[in-house]
Each structure stands twice: as structure tokens, then as C-alpha cells.
């Protein structure tokens, strides 16, 4: 009986696989596209100009104060019920992408601002007498101590944003999650949420240990 | 030749005067020293002379190219590249170091000549070696600024402002920081550079320092100079002021 089930969860797994392809796809290319966006962001909530410092203050507001699952069907449904523009089955993916890179952008762009603003006045000053231009200030003195300090704020976003691929069940898209979940209802069993569940965690493990790394690799100065 | 001179500055922080109409000009290789009480307006003086404030009023040149100016009493600054110019004539050593944490020794002093001067690397290195000799460093080339003393922070700073060679360095009460042991060793390497007629304008609560290492001492108060002249004059100085001031120094 044992066996068997091990054998099944096995089995399980095989036909998950490319779920689990599609979910770490949907990951990175979150990542990649969130990050820099994010930078992008806090640039405009630091900015001086009020007009612009309002638009992504309300646009921070909005990402972060609805439903990321909400914000996944606007962008999925929205082009046909706004623009009645047809939609098509390869925009399943683009819509997962453009709404998770929006709502992510907006999280980290809150860390990198938390980050910026902690760093210590003098060391702006300092690289202004020694000559650096703005440029060169922000991305060799600025930035690297930056990304040192929200090192654990970015791993608590990038840890929920593994588990967050799931939300993309509500527009159908066959990542891991919304086919754990056809397999369980067609086989009426719970194995397939318990590998689901033991993919994530591994998954997380793995994301864990790599920032473990990242932050050894830059515990050298403090 | 005058390097530094300013005239007639004023600087207001929300509607209270900081400097009231201070004039002040430093000769090439003199070493000027500024005391005075806390909230006397030292350092923002030196802070306006380097740019880091903008002034209310008055002009402000190094070696004869105007550095900054006001019209209508708002600050008026020359273009970008006469700037980086004029900015190229002094370093600053601050109060609390300033250091880069994540660069190591050598590369917090290299790193601006290489980069912002576009200066020969090796040339730089050779010359970054020499510096931290003479800071008695050697042997802290590759160390990181956390594994450094507060002395030998401040030691680090001071290469790190000379090897842009400038014409003329300031110094925003370097000792302020650290412990009287510390202050000796940063003291003297000050003292070294006096020697080497390197022009200096030092903000500085240490007295005995200001009489023996100063071609000239400015003594402010209240935001104007109160008293100026050679350290004998301005430290024997029958002045009210300056007497109740070095009084409480030698109290403590």
C-alpha cells in the first residue's frame, strides 16, 4: 500500500513536470522584469516634482492595496471587456507576466526606496568632493551598499513570489498549481496538492540557500 | 597667491542668520585654522567654501575663477564643466570620515583619481602606496574600513582627499571623533602636511594645535569673525569673547 503510493506521488510528480517548468518561467521572468522596473519606481516616488512623485505614490497605493489575483483578471479580461480586443490563448502567459511584473515593481520599488533613503548622507557628500558625477555616485557608492541592506527584505518578496505563481489558476494558466489541481480532482486524490506543496518548499529551499549566498558573499564589509 | 577667497557670505537655515557677512581669503600653501564655540558657524563656512551648502549672499573664488555668486540672493553657480573644474581645486576631510565601507583602504583612495580624473592605474597605485606610507597605513592597503580604528579611518580619509591632489584641503574638525590617543596620531600627519606646505584650512576644537601648527587663526562668534591674526595674537588676544571661550577650555 505504502509503495504504491510512493509510486503514485512518482508518478504524480512526471506529470507535473511541465507545470513546474512553467511555474519557475513565470518566477524568473518576474524577477527579471520587476527588479529594474522597481528601481524605475522608487526613482519616481523619490522624485521632487510632486506631480510625478503622486503618480507612482497612488500607483505604489493601488498595487499594493488590491488583490494581486484581482489585479491578474483585469489585465487577462480587460482587454476584451474595455477595448473588445479578442483574446488569445498565448496571452494567458503575457497577461500572468505584465501582472505580476507590475505588482512586484511596486514592492520592491517600497524596499529600494527604504534602502536609498537609510544610507547615510555623508557618503553622498563624500563622493561629490572626491569628484564622482551623479551617475557614478548612485550605481558605484550607493547602489551596492543598498542592495547589501534590503538583502533580506528582497528574499521575503522573492520567497512570497514562488508561492505567488499559484494565483495563476484564475485565468487558467497551466502552471504547476492549476494542474495539481485538475489532477487531484480527476484522480480524487490529496497526493497531487502534497506534491504541489513539497515542489514550493523545495523550491523555496533552493531560493533560501541561494541568498544565503548572496549575503555571505557580501558580509566582507559592514 | 590667494587660492580661496570669500566675500561678504551669508547663510540663513529657516530664516536664522549662520554667517552674517563673513569675508575670509587663504594665501597658497598657508595654514588657516577657524575655531570658535559650537553653533559659532565653522563648519558651515567650510561647508559653503566646498559647496556643500549653497550661500544666501555674497561670491566665493578659488584662484580667481568665480566658484559661486548670488543675484537677487539666491546662489548662482558656474556651468557644469568650469565647476568640476573649480572642484578639482579642493579636498575635504570630514568629521566623522566619511569612508566607503564596501572599498577596501586602497581602493577608497584610488578609486576617484582612476575614475574621475582618468589618471594611468598603476601611476595612481604607486602614488595611493606612497600616501598610505606616510599615514603609517602600509600594511592596511587591502583591510576594509570596519577593521580600522577611528585614527586610522581619518588617516584613510586624509589620503583619500590628498591623492586627487589638490590645491587646497579642509578639514571639518577631523578630531571631533576620536579619543585623545587617537588625536595625536591624526594630529600629526596633519602636522606633516604643514610641513610639506600644503594649503589647509582646519576646523578644530583642538587649541593647542590651532597656536602651534596655524600661520593664522580665525576666531568666530555668532556667525561673523570676531578675531583673525597669527596664533600669538588672536591666543593672547585681550578679547572678551575669545578669553570666556579658551577659559572654558582650560577648565576642562
Sequence with gaps: MKAQGAMALGEIFQQLLPGMGRSVSIFLCTLVLSMPLGLVIAFGRMSKCKPVNWIFKGYISIMRGTPLMLQLMVVYFGPFFIFGIKITDSYRLYAVLIAFALNYAAYFAEIYRGGIESMAHGQYEAARLLGYNRAQTFVKIILPQVIKRILPSVTNEVITLVKDTSLSFAIAYLEMFTMAKALAASQRSVLPFIAAAIFYYVFNLLVAVVMEGVEKKLSYYR | MTLLEMNHIKK?????????????????????????????????????????????????????????????????????????????????????????????????????????????????????????????????????????????????????????????????????????????????????????????????????????????????????????????????????????????????
Design chain 2, 12 to 252: 540663513q537655515f529657516d530664516g536664522v542668520g549662520v554667517l552674517e557677512d563673513i569675508s575670509l581669503s587663504v594665501n597658497e600653501g598657508e595654514v588657516l585654522s577657524i575655531i570658535g564655540p559650537s553653533g559659532s558657524g565653522k563648519s558651515t563656512l567650510l561647508r559653503c567654501a566646498t559647496m556643500l551648502e549653497q550661500i544666501d549672499g555674497g561670491d566665493i573664488s578659488y584662484l580667481g575663477h568665480k566658484a559661486a555668486w548670488t543675484e537677487n540672493g539666491k546662489a548662482v553657480y558656474p556651468k557644469k564643466k568650469e565647476m568640476k573644474e573649480i572642484q578639482s581645486y579642493f579636498g575635504l576631510v570630514f568629521q566623522n570620515f566619511n569612508l566607503f565601507p564596501h572599498y577596501s583602504v586602497m581602493k577608497n583612495i584610488t578609486d576617484a583619481p582612476i575614475h574621475v580624473q582618468k589618471r594611468k592605474r598603476a601611476e595612481v597605485y604607486e602614488e595611493a602606496r606612497k600616501l598610505l606610507a606616510k599615514m603609517g597605513l602600509s600594511d592596511k592597503e587591502d583591510a576594509y574600513p570596519f577593521q580600522l580604528s577611528g585614527g586610522q579611518s581619518q588617516r584613510v580619509a586624509i589620503a583619500r582627499a590628498l591623492a586627487l591632489n589638490p590645491k587646497i584641503l579642509f578639514f571639518d574638525e577631523p578630531t571631533s571623533a576620536l579619543d585623545p590617543e587617537l588625536t595625536g596620531e591624526v594630529l600629526k600627519v596633519i602636522r606633516s602636511l604643514a610641513d610639506l606646505d600644503i594649503t589647509m584650512v582646519i576646523v578644530t576644537h583642538e587649541m593647542e594645535f590651532a597656536r602651534s601648527i596655524s600661520d593664522r587663526v580665525i576666531f568666530m562668534d555668532k556667525g561673523v569673525i570676531a578675531l583673525e591674526g597669527t596664533p600669538d595674537y588672536v591666543f593672547s588676544a585681550e578679547h572678551t569673547r575669545m578669553r570666556e571661550f579658551l577659559g572654558k577650555f582650560h577648565q576642562n
